[in-house]
């Protein structure tokens, strides 16, 4: 009982900000546009989480800023790829070496320093008496906004008018302008939306798990919550439990370590990025038929 436990822990605590940037980035595809930027702005927005939690103590403010950061990175983001002749894709990595390389730079003086974190929801109490298994089902706040936003996403997208316009624009941008649609305020929206989720994400790395800041925070996470979207047939629900299945691949390791099983430590480390390989192969190209937007430039 005690590894399953430790390893749904894990998969919370570290699926979290897979959680919304997955969110973020489906809400973005659903418009037709892919931001590859992602990893920039996770790590942004964990900076700046950071920074504003270390300065003020109030790591909810932090979780504002980072917010507010990711929007600004989202709002350039669509700006930039409404310009003619801008291909969304080579934006996005252009913007992830950038917001990846602003960070490191504005974040040195943060290596060192502890900052307030979030206050974690502990679950673990009424399931057990063993106080690593307490401590292993804290759960992250922003795992449980997660899901309220999750299935806040799918109800918009699905069940209202402003998500059935959204839902046109990324379908098919001929018929979205025949119905007198502003297509690039919506994909500007969208992208901002989505820079905003991922700035979230970033501030449960920096006030959560692993609750500080250093250049290797994110592992590539901004990235492979693309391949995540994908996973998940651009549908918010499923977002939640491709990024437990992400997160509960990267917490095998450390819980088989933290009791004592130490054989094969780096090989169980690379699972989470096997698995990433493994479903982008199976899965193969996107198709309509599969939920893919139309106008997704992954699709032409």
């Known amino acids: 009982m005690g590894v399953p436990l430790a390893i749904l822990g894990g998969a919370i605590r570290v699926g979290t900000p897979l959680l919304w940037v997955s969110l973020g980035e489906t809400v973005t595809e659903k418009a037709g546009r892919i931001n590859l930027g992602l990893e920039g702005t996770l790590l942004m927005g964990a900076m700046t989480a950071f920074a504003v939690s270390l300065g003020t103590g109030q790591p909810w403010l932090g979780v504002l800023a980072a917010a507010l950061v990711g929007t600004v ?8 790829c409404g310009l ?15 917001g990846s390389g602003l960070a490191f730079w504005l974040g040195k003086p943060l290596i060192q320093p502890s900052a307030p974190p979030l206050p974690a929801v502990p679950i673990g109490t009424a399931l057990t008496d063993q106080p690593a298994l307490r401590a292993a089902l804290d759960i992250n706040p922003l795992f449980v906004l ?3 936003g999750a299935l806040a996403v799918h109800l918009v997208l699905q069940r209202s008018r402003i998500g059935l316009k959204l839902r046109v624009v990324g379908d098919s941008d001929p018929a979205a302008r025949a119905f007198g649609l502003a297509v690039g305020r919506y ?3 969208a992208t901002a939306f989505g820079g905003a989720c991922a700035g979230v994400g970033g501030a449960s790395l920096s006030l959560f798990y692993p609750g500080a800041w250093s250049e290797a925070l994110s592992s590539g996470q901004g990235v492979m919550a693309v391949a995540l979207v994908i996973f998940a047939r651009w549908d918010p629900r499923r977002c939640i439990w491709a ?20 054989q094969g430590y780096y ?6 990025y096997v698995v990433t390989l493994a479903i982008l192969i199976g899965i193969g190209r996107p198709s309509a038929e599969a939920g893919a937007p139309g106008e997704l430039s992954l699709n032409r």
Do not use: C, E, K, T
Not at 91 to 96: N, W
């Open 84 to 98: 003619p002749r801008v291909n969304d894709i080579a934006l996005g990595i252009a913007l992830m070496l950038a």
């Open 146 to 148: 997660g899901l309220v």
């Open 73 to 80: 990175l989202g709002l350039l983001h669509g700006l930039l």
């Open 267 to 272: 090989l169980l480390a690379a699972l989470p």
């Open 243 to 262: 990024a437990l299945l992400f997160g509960g691949a990267s917490a095998i390791s450390p819980a088989l370590q933290a009791l004592g099983y130490s």
């Open 187 to 189: 994909r500007m929206g």
